[in-house]
Structure formats: structure tokens, C-alpha cells
């Protein structure tokens, strides 16, 4: 007998957000997204788990710098934008663990945050940062 990975009907299962419900996007300008399709998606291959969709702002993405990630410099052989304030991405789960507990946590858009962030961060800090 072989296991599928599916829903029955021949589909792989939807992914999901911490909410329970289907994934939403979180952002297509810029394209986000560990592989690079907009969703805060997750797999093997994606080490930092890019989970969280985050709302930027200007003291968190100078925080992400002074911690070795710079996300508002451009980078054009990545095909990134750099990020500004009220931009959207999909944020590496431990990061915003760590920005949180530095006091410096952007909001978060729960249906666009997959459900694996919950791994590294709890659903009440997640509830207390959501974006409107």
C-alpha cells in the first residue's frame, strides 16, 4: 500500500494559515514569498521558514538591519526591491519571534501566515500584532 500526500481527490492538501483557513496571498508588489509567488508557503527547501506575512515599517525593517538583515536595500540580482514601510513579505518565523521580543514587532496578517510560524511564534502574540 503507497501513501499519497493529498486530500483524497488526487490534490495536495491547501495550505493553510494559523487561523485553520485556506492561506491567503500576502503580497504580489513585491513579490514575496520563499518561492517567490506572492504566499508566506513553506517546504523542505525553505531553511529560515518564511512564514509571517508582515506589514513593514521604518523601525522594524532599521531593527532587521542592526541584526544582519537588511531588507530595505535593494538587491537587483535578487530581482528584490528593498522593502519601505507599508510594504507586505513574508518574513523568516524566528525573526519576527526575535523582533518581538525585542519590542519591535511589525503587524501580521493572519490569513496570509502560514500555519508553521506557530512553530516559533504563539498565536496570541501573533492576534496581538495583526494588521487591520
Given at each position: ?18 487561523l485553520?483557513?485556506?492561506l491567503?496571498v ?6 514575496t514569498?520563499?518561492?517567490r509567488?506572492g504566499?508566506?508557503k513553506?517546504g ?25 538583515n ?9 530581482d528584490?526591491?528593498g ?19 525585542a519590542?519591535m ?27 487591520e
Open positions: 500500500m503507497s501513501i499519497t500526500n493529498g486530500n483524497g481527490n488526487g490534490h495536495k492538501p491547501k495550505p493553510k494559515n494559523v485553520g483557513t485556506e491567503k500576502c503580497c504580489l508588489k513585491p513579490k514569498g520563499f518561492y509567488d504566499y508566506c513553506t523542505a527547501d525553505d531553511r529560515g521558514s518564511h512564514t509571517v506575512c508582515i506589514v513593514a515599517t521604518d523601525e522594524f525593517l532599521a531593527f532587521s538591519k542592526s541584526r544582519g537588511d531588507l530595505s536595500t535593494p538587491r537587483p540580482e535578487y528584490f526591491p522593502l519601505k514601510a507599508g510594504d507586505k513579505w513574508c518574513l523568516v518565523a524566528a525573526r519576527w519571534q526575535e523582533a518581538f521580543d519590542g514587532a511589525p503587524e501580521v496578517v493572519l490569513e496570509a501566515t502560514h500555519e508553521n510560524a506557530l512553530q516559533f511564534a504563539r498565536l496570541e502574540d501573533l492576534r496581538d500584532y495583526a494588521a
